[in-house]
């Protein structure tokens, strides 16, 4: 879509100085950027990428001068463009096409505009929402559950009965509601156990590139509102993770943790079974959290076993000291022993 | 499958106390739990729970009591309860059917009662045993074999080659038989070393979703019976896992790495190539086992490099009171500064 | 194809010494070969295996004897081996067959002998170089281009525009140029920071089963020619990777990191974002490298956080010896009691 710079100000709520007029149309890099394209500055050090740039119109902090250009100023520039952006970029309108190599069964119940691409497979019973894209080869198990204007790209498998909110958006390969690793040694043998659980993922989830999220074993794994999970993650079964939470890349987060909100776990966290991140936790990148281990609201932890980061820095140093220590412990030995010839 | 308490008890092996008629039909958490889902207690804290869930049989340890339940006495009841899963839930009797949409060349060898999913792709020469179901968006290439009872979920590859034995199952994603990452740097390139050895998946394995098994470069990857492979795990060109052994989720192990029976790898482990895992032998979550390493039968490691559980326990206690182990050096040469200067 | 080994060693420009006429028709281990299978012995303690095995033919290195065989002879000889490899083994010609379940949109750009499989899904204005195979169930989005003589294995997912070069291999399971992991908080939300870059992956790329790799944010996701990528590896946005870099099993690239030429990335690894590995670094596996940081051309790195291997191994050795330090420490201690109270 195209906009003026002032439509897009005041959109924003943000203070405009410059010509209101310039066409707005898309967003870009400030290398990238053509005249109608939006960009925005957050730091003072790329002010000279931002000057530039073909770009006419730029978001940037109140205070910022850029010559020729139409500023849009804002507190939060990168915030701002974001909105932008949203706001900007055309979304692709549903095709409201099923296509006809789709398997689409008569139990299935599909919104309004619903759009089902190539060799997608329908189990009976599912359910999907309207506006809600499906693209090329995915599977719906029986049951499935999907909500309103969610888009699954290529190669998503959604398990018999997973359930998912609106405006879920889940990326190429990503896998919901697969059994969980459960087994009961007995006999000489491994026997499963039962994993009949359900998977239920709130509004506004992103999921990324083959992640994989196991339904529960008797109970269900749940994805809070607005949680927003990476590539690779591994998501194991009775997991409860609350609203806004953020899992980075590779993480892998095992059975019955129970996550609150707005947590951050960083990419390839190991977390152990039964463990509980309390509301605001940060878990840093490569940490590993012991089996039940209750971390509270708004700690930071690192290192394996993660202990808070500032103990886990302190350790650290002290680590890198260790040969000036033994050196020093070598000394008074020695002039201990020199004395002692005296 | 609908029974009695006293046939499953029968079934068991186990001392029924209470009504011996009470229909059993399911099994379920004790919150869940209707009249007839079957229940288990394997803890004395989780009495309460049971005694509040609507089911009316309990699995508990002998000399329980629960009033108003029928109980079925095991010292094993988590055991008990996987056994009378395995037995009471339904599994879905194969429906025999090879979908239109599939493409089955005229060279496939069926068993009885298979059953092909819509857009499954098999390549020449495949075979498939009895009563394996293969669903949707399948890929089972030239001379692949899969064996009886098998069930490969929604999107699997088996590449050229790949043989499954009796009873395995495959979640969606999962790939088995891709090339090795193996080249050999000449000539200011990297030339690939052949991969085109096979893969050989034994009895009764589970294989998780998202999970990676490549083929032996020359030779074989082998998995033995029973083993039960968590998501995400890859798992490199030529390696050998015994019979039983777990491996859990994003465990990544390396090429030529002999891993014996009954042995664990915990989640996110990382193993170089050539490391030797005896039997029984236990590597804990997140550690890291250097290149061509033995570990023997029985032992349980842990870190990075990975020792033994007890040495690194005792190195990790000292590095957490090196603050004070320098503070007692610190005090002891202040000392004897004190003493030189009186 | 079948070759003598007169006309093998000629085309590796090696000394043959034995029978000049024996035919090579294919590879394999010592074990598995058959008479007109080539083997090759790297290492002196491999001469049994060799000597023991049916092949007539043997790459080795000069000077090495083994009775009855034809030897080929280089100092090189696991390169000379690979290399032969690649020379007899048959490349299966393409089909250059559009399967007729494939959708294949009148907009496509198809070279010659292009090979479509079942179920494969373009979307519009897609370009497929000559001579590239597209194996089922493979979804390649609007505007996405692949090079010559390209293979995409089974179940590979191309996001729109994403862009491979020649002779590029992609394996099952993998999904290239999904959306970045990006968002700003702002008004109790995630918003999604706009994921509208492409991704480039150069000639000669090959790409393990399961991998991820995003496009880029506002710029662009850049994979150097000849680069080699294990499986379940996670690249993020904006990453810039050199020619002939490694990049081993289930790592992790965040976003806008910077990887020189002829890199090696080992299996595990986690790099924070906006880090630099110049030219011929080294990162060991299970390391973790910090958000910024910069490896020096030629370094090897290890632990979390990556510091040089040296300094990780003396800081190891050090922790190792801390019981004894501390044992010393104490003895000291009470040697200076021992005085005190004299």
Known sequence: MSHTAGELASYL????????????????????????????VESPKHLARAAQSAARCVIAKPGTSIPGKTLIETAAPKLAF?????????????????????????????????????????????????NTVIEPL???????RVGEGCRLHPRVTLYADARLGNRV???????????????????????????????????????????TIDRGALDSTVIGDGVKIDNLVHIAHNVKIGARTLILAQAGISGSCVIGQD?????????????????????????????????????TMWGTPARPLEKF??????????????????????????????
């Open 13 to 40: 709520g943000a203070t405009l100085s410059g010509d209101a007029n310039v066409t707005v149309a898309g967003v870009a890099s400030p290398e990238r950027a053509s005249a109608a394209d939006l960009i925005y």
């Open 82 to 130: 974001a909105k932008a952006a949203a706001w900007l970029l055309p979304k692709n309108a549903p095709l409201a096409v099923i296509h006809p190599s789709a398997i689409v069964p008569a139990s299935a119940r599909l919104g309004a505009n619903v759009s089902i691409g190539p060799s997608v497979v329908l189990e009976d019973d599912v359910e999907i929402g309207a």
């Open 138 to 144: 995915c599977f719906l198990g029986r049951g499935a």
């Open 169 to 211: 958006e889940v990326h190429s390969g990503a896998t919901i509601g697969s059994d969980g690793f459960g087994y009961v040694f007995g006999d000489g043998r491994h026997w499963k156990f039962p994993q009949i659980g359900t998977v239920e993922i709130g509004d506004d989830v992103e999921i990324g590139a083959g992640t």
């Open 263 to 299: 947590v951050i776990v960083g990419g390839q966290v190991g977390m152990g079974d039964h463990c509980t991140l309390q509301d605001g936790a940060i878990v840093a990148s490569g940490a590993g959290v012991l089996t039940g281990k209750v971390i509270r609201a708004g700690h």
């Open 313 to 342: 820095k302190e350790q650290y140093a002290w680590v890198s000291r260790l040969p000036e220590l033994a050196e020093r412990l070598r000394k008074l030995e020695e002039r201990e022993r020199a004395k002692a010839g005296d």
